[in-house]
C-alpha cells in the first residue's frame, strides 16, 4: 500500500503539472489544491466525514468491502456516493444501513464538466439535494438518472457505438486509427478505440 499511495501522489502531481503547463491554472491554484490532499492507507480519520466518494476499482466485490466498513466507522449522517459507471447503485447501497443516503455520482475518463447522478430504489430527495449542491460547488453539469439501470445514460448510449467500431474493424473495413479519425473529425472529441483503451476492456466488457 505504501508503494501505490505514492505512486498516486506522483501522478496527481504530473495532472496538476500539465494543467499549469497548459496554463489551466496558476502555480499558486495547483500548490493550493494538492496541499487540501490527504494519503492514507487505512479508514483512520473517516467517522468525522460527511460526505465520501469512492472511487475504488470496477470489482463489486471491492466495493462492498468499503461500503461495509465506511458503513461500519462512519457517521449516521454521512452520505455515501459511488462513482462506479455501470454498476447497480441499489446493489451497491444494500451493502450498507442507509441505502436512502447512497447514491452514484459518475465522473467521466476523460475528466469532462459532465456528472450523472444516479438514484438507487431507496435514494431520498435529501440525499440527492445534498450531491446536488456538491456538484454544483464543483462547477459541474449534472444530469439525473432517475431510473438505476446498466450504464446510466451516457455508457449505455455509447455501448452500441463501441460495438459497432469493433465490426467496422473486425470486418476489415477501416484500421482502428481511421475510424477513430472519422469519429473526431465529425461527430466525437475521442474516438471509440481511444476512449476503450482509457476504460479499460474489463470494464467495457
Known sequence: ???????????????????VDKKKI?????????????????????????????????????KESVFKKLDDI??????????TST????????????PEMVAGMHFFLPPSRLVELICGNRTSERTLSIIKSVGEKLGKTIVE????????????????LFLEAF???EEGVASFEDIDKAMT????????FALADIIGLDVLL
Do not use: W
Open 26 to 62: 496558476t502555480i499558486t491554484e495547483s500548490e493550493s489544491a494538492l496541499a487540501l490532499i490527504a494519503k492514507t492507507s487505512n479508514y483512520k480519520g473517516y467517522e468525522s466525514a460527511d460526505f465520501i466518494i469512492e472511487a475504488a476499482s470496477e470489482n463489486l466485490e471491492i
Open 74 to 83: 462512519c457517521s449516521e449522517k454521512a452520505v455515501f456516493v459511488s462513482n
Open 145 to 160: 438518472v432517475k431510473k438505476d439501470s446498466p450504464g446510466f445514460i451516457a455508457n449505455r448510449v455509447y455501448t452500441p
Open 167 to 169: 465490426r467496422v474493424y
Open 87 to 98: 454498476f447497480s447503485i441499489t446493489s451497491i447501497a444494500s451493502f450498507t444501513r442507509r
Open 185 to 192: 473529425e465529425t461527430y466525437l472529441p475521442i474516438g471509440p
Open 1 to 19: 500500500l505504501p508503494d501505490s499511495l505514492e505512486a498516486a501522489s506522483i501522478n496527481i502531481h504530473k495532472q496538476f503539472q500539465r494543467m
